[in-house]
């Protein structure tokens, strides 16, 4: 059996920046999905009415009053968090040996070495870009939904949820702000390697194998 192994500190570099910020993309997309994405329509979690009174000085029923409606909680963090969390760092991780198993290298930048300092910055720039789209979409495909006991129609669309503690921000088209998010980490953990002085090179060895 062979077995695609990283013996370079220049490849195991590559995975674990992009494996990094993978997983840093993953809980800003996390919450973004929680707090930024528009919400499905509630779901009416219901409680059972009390038990009736004791019928006495001839009263032959009873009734209830509701008056508007009463919150319980937010778009619930699990499975979502091991679902963000997952997916992120896996699509990472896979990135980054495909870019390893390729010949891409992530070198310091010593005077007569081969490297870019651009390339690797790029990189970041369309996975970051690229991985806010992707939470856009599941938003559009799992909405996250709250959790209420009674729910009033119509409600104010201004103050949808007066009762609750509930943060929820309007950011406008997802699309754009979440890729903008997405690009904009990215952007700042490229910037750090430049200021560290690492760039990107490319080899024609790839990936070393053994058997084992």
Same mark, same amino acid.
């Given at each position: 059996?062979?077995?695609?192994?990283?013996?370079?500190?220049?490849?195991?570099?590559?995975?674990?920046?992009?494996?990094?910020?993978?997983?840093?993309?993953?809980?800003?997309?996390?919450?973004?999905?929680?707090?930024?994405?528009?919400?499905?329509?509630?779901?009416?979690?219901?409680?059972?009415?009390?038990?009736?009174?004791?019928?006495?000085?001839?009263?032959?029923?009873?009734?209830?009053?509701?008056?508007?409606?009463?919150?319980?909680?937010?778009?619930?963090?699990?499975?979502?968090?091991?679902?963000?969390?997952?997916? $992120?760092?896996?699509?990472?991780?896979?990135? %980054?040996?495909?870019?390893?198993?390729?010949?891409?290298?992530?070198?310091?930048?010593? %005077?007569?070495?081969? $490297?870019?300092?651009?390339?690797?910055?790029?990189?970041?720039?369309?996975?970051?870009?690229?991985? $806010?789209?992707?939470?856009?979409?599941?938003?559009?495909?799992? *909405?996250?939904?709250?959790?209420?006991?009674? *729910?009033?129609?119509?409600?104010?669309?201004?103050?949808?949820?007066?009762?609750?503690?509930?943060?929820?921000?309007?950011?406008?088209?997802?699309?754009?702000?979440?890729?903008?998010?997405?690009?904009?980490? %990215?952007?700042?953990?490229?910037?750090?390697?430049?200021?560290?002085?690492?760039?990107?090179?490319?080899?024609?060895?790839?990936? *070393?194998?053994?058997?084992?």
């Amino acid at each position: 059996m062979r077995l695609t192994i990283f013996r370079e500190r220049s490849a195991a570099s590559v995975v674990l920046v992009f494996t990094g910020l993978g997983a840093l993309l993953s809980v800003l997309g996390l919450f973004a999905w929680r707090h930024a994405t528009p919400l499905g329509r509630p779901v009416d979690v219901g409680i059972p009415p009390p038990p009736p009174p004791p019928m006495d000085d001839g009263k032959i029923g009873y009734m209830y009053i509701i008056d508007g409606y009463a919150y319980i909680d937010g778009p619930h963090w699990f499975p979502a968090t091991a679902w963000f969390l997952l997916a $992120g760092t896996a699509v990472a991780l896979t990135i %980054s040996a495909l870019l390893v198993r390729t010949g891409w290298r992530l070198v310091h930048g010593a %005077s007569g070495e081969p $490297g870019e300092r651009w390339p690797i910055v790029t990189a970041l720039l369309a996975f970051g870009g690229l991985f $806010g789209l992707a939470v856009s979409i599941a938003g559009r495909v799992a *909405q996250p939904r709250a959790y209420s006991v009674v *729910q009033a129609e119509p409600r104010d669309p201004e103050n949808p949820y007066p009762d609750s503690n509930f943060i929820h921000y309007d950011v406008g088209p997802t699309w754009v702000t979440f890729t903008g998010v997405g690009a904009a980490a %990215s952007l700042i953990v490229g910037s750090v390697l430049l200021l560290a002085n690492l760039r990107a090179a490319h080899t024609d060895g790839g990936a *070393q194998e053994s058997a084992s």
